[in-house]
């Protein structure tokens, strides 16, 4: 019959393979032909132990030496006094990358395409969104005509809720000063109003969002997530997902300024 | 002052006898952890020396009360996962070949040691870093956790759950028939 029972078997078991520690395994062996659950364990424990005597053999030598020292000695800047101890050792954190060699390093790629798509893209939207504006404000507005209050302005505008931006009032301004209230003033403006303040949207959210883009450090999942599977996803795909939000500001903006600018004018008098 | 502690110093003295010293004094264990996470010597190397120049440039945030070893095995952890994680597709693809293989039988004439390499190739990256730690550079429990920054006993079921897994690889494939009942040679 076992002298120890299956929690023993358990508690010796793990002290002789988490901690080494000398343990007589006849008690162990004992309960391990006995008990076949615990048998399984043992059992696991000695093929692995086994399997480790061959495995443990000293890793193939290479000597890096004068390769690691010929890239230190090209610049390796300390990180600055005071960081903590655990800065370099946690996954959230990435120093700086050191220049490695060719092939299938694409981290540098990733940032810089990170940027430069970013920016570019973000750039463009504001830029073309931007001409759009500009054309509707410059479109010869239809004369005087029995006026139709401005109001119809500041209740555009504040329902936008970008009412205090300076660009939305200086656009309206010009149009006023340009051509007297009249019957399609409060479209006109409506359209001014709204091109200039998505304008204006989009080019905060490009500087942001630029700026955000600079400033993360580089892609490393672990930072995040050091329990969660690994990822391959491409690095495209990230920046997609980084502008995803301005793209989705700006297609509404977009589909606001068609919906807005009517399908046709009243021929000028 | 440690022996650690005055290396540090004359490496951040920019003594290059030093530096010298430091690289030769941990590159061994730096790149046998990074061959047996990697299974890729050449990314292995790419690796070590990334870790070293990690090593330097944060030497001074490393605390002198504290033994050097597990600091740089954190980083050089910390970098194999990195490197893990930015494999392309077709190395995790291996990965799983790898498994398959193993799984599949082929190969039967594998020495056990080269076999166990495959299995631990095909573990998760958490419980393959734990059974390197502490098999191949026998660091305790305790140190993997500081290591690692996880509690102990996270590392003590990872470590468990690596060897089920790897005993489960090594039985499939046969090379661990005759067993019997006895632990570190006794």
Redesign the interface.
Known sequence: MPTINCTEFSRQLAELVERRASIDVAQLREHAGACPQCRELWLDSLIVERAVVAWKKPAPSADLSARILAQVAAGVAPIEDGAPLGAETAPAREIARPERGAGRRILGRQILGRQFIGTAGLSLAALALGLVAMLLIRRPLPPAAPTQPVAGQNSVVDTTNVASTSPAKRVAAQVDARAPASAGAPVELMVADAGSAYLHLAGDAAKAVTAATVLVPSADPVADAPAAPPSDDHWVDGVREEIAPVTHQLSHAFEFLIQAVPEKRTPAT | MTDDAALVRLC?EGN?QG??EL??RF??MV??VC??MLSQ?ED???V???V????????????PT?PLQP?IL??AA?RC??A??????DA?RSSVEISRIVASGAGDSR???D???LA?AALR??YRLCFVLF??QEL??AEIAS?L?RPEGTV?TW?HRA??E???H??RRG??NN??????G?
């Not at chain 2, 120049?53 to 944060?58: D, G, H, K, N, T």
């Not at chain 2, 893990?84 to 597709?89: A, D, G, N, S, V």
């Open positions: 951040l290059e530096a010298r690289v030769e590159q061994s790149f046998a061959v047996k010597r292995a190397e790419d070590t020396q990334d070293f120049l990690r090593v330097f440039r944060a030497l001074r945030s490393w605390d504290r600091w954190a980083i910390n996962r990195t893990l994680r930015q494999r392309p597709r995790a020495e056990l040691s076999e166990l390499d631990v990256e958490d098999y191949q305790s429990c290591v920054d003590k470590l060897r089920r790897l005993a489960e090594l039985r090379v661990v067993a019997d009942y006895q632990l570190h006794v």
